[in-house]
């Protein structure tokens, strides 16, 4: 019988953590996927932790994990201006040692 409740359990906790989470924009775009949950699952409001990442989102889970690669657009892109200034060029002369 114990052995029974422990595959039963293995099974279903196997079960929840294949899971692939999408959290789309206001305009259905997708903008974060991954394996893990994106936001506390045990928060009072997902509704307002979504708002969060991506105000006026919505977070979809499904079952389906083949194809959950990690997608992350939530965080401000640079611009090349911006990624031009970080790059220091060094005038020197190579050395080949």
């Not at 019988?1 to 906790?13: D, G, N, P, Q, W």
């Not at 997902?46 to 690669?69: F, Q, R």
Request: hydrophobic share 40%; proline share 5%; aromatic share 8%.
């Amino acid at each position: 019988m114990k052995t029974i409740f422990a595959v039963l359990a293995l099974s279903v906790s196997t079960a929840a953590s294949s899971a692939c989470y999408m959290i789309y924009s206001p305009s259905n775009e997708l903008v974060w996927r991954g394996t893990s949950a994106p936001v506390r699952m045990d928060a009072a409001s997902l509704k307002d932790e979504i708002n969060k990442m991506v105000p006026k989102g919505h977070m979809v889970v499904s079952s389906e994990t083949a194809s959950c690669y990690a997608l992350d657009l939530t965080t401000p892109r640079k611009t090349m201006s911006d990624k031009a200034g970080e790059i220091k060029y060094d005038r020197g002369t190579p050395s080949f040692e």
